[in-house]
């Protein structure tokens, strides 16, 4: 096994545990479509879960917006600069065309790049590219599907991908993805370098922040936020960065958690109003009676 796919499972497997021990009242109905195609040099698998139709405004504007991260990332399956194939152009309201379509295309245009690589240079590796969109986590509140994929074009070791977990506001269907002021940046970086410390420690204890400054590749001496978006849990904001991001290949990928009681201060109004009933300084009072 690649140490980048390991690295891709451990991420997967921590996901879904973090959903198992979500609360499920009032929980989205969903649909997943699996799509899995191969030639001699190029695999492709595709993998969508998305709000089925019938539940709602809200439920069709995360299904839309789950949608167009699948369309992205893959009409760029092969030139990241340009589109591979063009838009869907049928119902839109056919959620599993819409998948099948994206697939398809992208299967030719991957299938094509590999073949071509294989007559320019020989005999190759195979290409392997695999994608999902799957709910992990769902609250009264809120509901986090997470995009990302794997992806190995040669050389020496793949990658993960994709635009991470994706958290929507149930009452409308909006994405959330600013947790954080950004002028907070310089202020919770005591924070940020804790968690990495905890990230990077050994036998429980953790490092130094000079041992970690020989862990991270950075221009300067603020950590910025990830690229990938915050991820509510019930203990805190998760933060993951991606691979390269801010330390070499063998880091993996850093992630660590912030207690909201830390991070409270600095969450925007749209996160105050799917946290309130884990913030510290808004929890539900206790009935006397009790």
């Known amino acids: 096994m690649r140490i980048d796919r390991l ?9 879904l545990a973090a959903c198992n021990n979500a609360p499920s009242t009032g929980d989205l109905t969903t649909e997943t479509f699996n799509f899995s195609d191969s030639t001699s040099y190029a695999h492709l ?16 504007r995360i299904q839309a917006r789950l949608l167009h991260a699948l369309d992205e990332q893959l009409s760029h399956i092969v030139l990241y600069e340009r589109r591979s194939f063009p838009p869907f ?10 998948v099948a379509y994206c697939h398809g295309k992208a299967f030719e245009a991957f299938a094509k790049d590999a073949e071509e690589a294989h007559e320019d240079y020989g005999e190759i590796p195979g290409y392997e590219y695999d994608y999902s969109i799957q709910k992990t986590r769902e609250t009264d509140e809120y509901v986090i599907f997470n995009a990302s994929g794997y992806a190995y074009l040669g050389g020496a070791h793949g990658g993960v991908f994709g635009e991470g977990p994706m958290t929507f ?9 600013h947790f954080l002021v950004p002028t907070c940046l310089t ?18 204890k953790k490092i130094s922040n000079r041992e970690l400054n020989e862990w991270l590749m950075l221009e300067s001496d603020i950590i910025p936020f990830p690229a990938m978006s915050l991820e509510p849990s019930d203990e805190g904001l998760v933060f993951t960065y991606g691979q390269y991001e801010i330390a070499p290949y063998v880091a993996g990928m850093p992630n660590f958690t912030i207690p909201y009681a830390d991070i409270e201060q600095f969450l925007t109004p749209e996160a105050k109003a799917i946290l309130g009933g884990v913030l510290p300084g808004q929890a539900p009072e206790q009935d006397k009676g009790e």
């Open 7 to 15: 690295f891709f499972t451990t991420l997967t497997l921590l996901i």
């Open 89 to 98: 152009n049928g119902d839109t309201k056919d959620a599993g065309e819409i």
């Open 169 to 177: 506001n149930k009452s409308d269907g909006s994405l959330v993805d």
């Open 187 to 204: 202020d919770i970086q005591p924070l940020i370098r804790n968690g990495l410390r905890g990230y990077f420690s050994e036998d429980g």
């Open 45 to 60: 698998t595709t993998a969508v879960e998305l709000p089925a139709a019938g539940q709602g405004k809200a439920a069709d």
